[in-house]
């Protein structure tokens, strides 16, 4: 067990600890955030939307203790990446920036993916963002809290607010936040868990990059008029038609398949649905493999996808990022 697991189960009743817990639903990017953006950061370069995906979730614990020497972040009794950890360090430099507070943190993190070791970041930032600032005594909205945790990752604001939401781009850090455009969406979605990529992207290396940027606008409104109208098969097209759209720019910037075996199994057997009549989409983006469709139609997706030998959960809309007694 990590040291800062131990910290966390050997409870610790003392009056200069300031400790809270939070979760966040995983999400889907429908459109994808263009990862020009560094740890830190507090405007998007571009639009995007996203769902949140119940019931997976991922749940922080976050405490302050003025007699903590040093700060300390373990997912799943396990330290943390550093990519991770910067993240996290971005979101809670912030929350303490707001409120005053100067003394080191802890952060201890599960989830309930069931691929067990799987940390689902931009859900784990989004908890830790409304952990730490329920913590120190902020009250922020959502949407305050949305920007928060933009320093950490691009695609946990959407975490934050829930439901369908869309990360505003603006030209200052007040007017970039994000707002749910949609609770009530009858949509059916799968997650896949099989690795994404063979390798880490290279994006900016592309030739099809100023392309990319040349389209991305069009392709979030496109996106939220389908949503607002309720469009289900357009909701799909779009959502595969970007991820085939990363997939070509990663691809072109190392010259090889981006895309894991794993994901080509799963194209292979959506795109035999589709043939069969079943309005299916696949959908990979930078954090897992989703299958999108109208709910009735979920069971039969979900067996065939079962039958290639890969693990699956069926999913649907989940709300907000919500403070927690666990």
């Not at 373990?74 to 550093?82: I, K, P």
């Not at 829930?162 to 970039?176: D, H, M, P, R, Y």
Request: aromatic share 8%; hydrophobic share 40%; net charge negative.
């Amino acid at each position: 067990m990590s040291p800062v697991a131990e910290s966390f189960y050997n409870y610790r009743d003392d009056s200069m600890s300031m400790k809270a817990t939070a979760r966040a639903h995983t999400v889907q990017n429908l459109t994808n955030p263009f990862p020009f953006s560094t740890f830190g950061a507090q405007v998007p370069f571009l639009s995007s939307i996203s769902v949140c995906t119940a019931p997976l979730e991922t749940v922080a614990t976050v405490e302050f203790w003025e007699e903590r020497e040093k700060r300390e972040i373990a997912f799943e009794e396990r330290t943390v990446d550093q990519r991770v950890g910067r993240g996290v360090d971005a979101v809670i430099s912030e929350v303490r920036r707001l409120s005053g507070i100067d003394c080191e943190y802890a952060v201890l993190g599960k989830s309930n993916l069931s691929t067990s070791a799987v940390l689902d970041e931009p859900s784990f930032i989004a908890a830790v963002t409304v952990a730490s600032s329920e913590a120190c005594g902020l009250d922020l909205c959502h949407k305050e809290l949305s920007r928060i945790a933009s320093k950490g990752s691009e695609s946990a604001p959407g975490a934050v607010t829930g439901w369908v939401s869309k990360w505003e781009a603006g030209l200052q850090e007040e007017f970039s936040h994000s707002v749910v455009l949609e609770e009530e969406l009858d949509m059916g979605m799968i997650r896949v868990f099989v690795n994404p990529f063979v390798d880490d992207l290279e994006i900016v290396k592309s030739p099809l990059v100023e392309a990319r940027l040349k389209m991305a606008h069009t392709s979030v409104i496109e996106m939220e008029r389908a949503i607002r109208n309720h469009d289900i098969e357009k909701i799909g097209e779009l959502a595969e038609k970007t991820s085939l759209l990363l997939h070509a720019i990663a691809a072109t910037a190392r010259n090889e398949v981006m895309w894991s075996p794993g994901v080509l199994s799963v194209v292979h057997e959506v795109r035999a649905l589709r043939e069969e009549g079943v309005k299916a989409y696949f959908n990979v983006d930078w954090t897992g493999v989703y299958v999108n469709s109208y709910p009735e139609d979920i069971t039969r997706i979900a067996q065939r996808i079962r039958e290639a030998g890969v693990e699956l959960c069926p999913l649907h809309i989940g709300g907000n990022a919500q403070s927690s007694t666990d």
